[in-house]
């Protein structure tokens, strides 16, 4: 069973930036879609941006101009930055990789946004 592996949340000020990873052993990131989601409490889970298999990029309103997702493809990393953070950012942040049949989810790392 393929487990991506979240890291680098934490907590941080309004107006500050985080850089959010995603690693996979097993499979490469580069076949396939890949997506940063959210869930704040007593929300529903929410896309936050996503990175498809032809790099094209899809952000939700809240977060375009101030997030980016991309790939690092020599590490096999999917990365999330996070730029001018509001406290509305504030949840827990899965990874998503989804391509050919296949459904792949982490556990979430969770992110802080307060003064």
């Known amino acids: 069973q393929v487990q991506l592996v979240e890291s680098g949340g934490g907590l941080v000020q309004p107006g500050g930036s985080l850089r959010l990873s995603c690693v996979a052993p097993?499979?490469?990131?580069?076949?396939?879609?890949m997506g940063w989601y959210r869930q704040a409490p007593g929300k529903q889970r929410e896309l936050v941006g996503s990175i498809s298999a032809t790099e094209l990029t899809n952000y939700a309103d809240s977060v375009k101009g101030r997030f980016t997702i991309f790939k690092d493809m020599a590490k096999n990393t999917v990365l999330l930055q996070m730029k001018r953070m509001k406290p509305e950012d504030t949840g827990i942040y899965y990874c998503r990789a989804d391509g050919g049949g296949s459904d792949y989810w982490g556990q979430g790392t969770q992110v802080t946004v307060s003064s």
């Open positions: 097993g499979i490469l990131f580069r076949f396939y879609n």
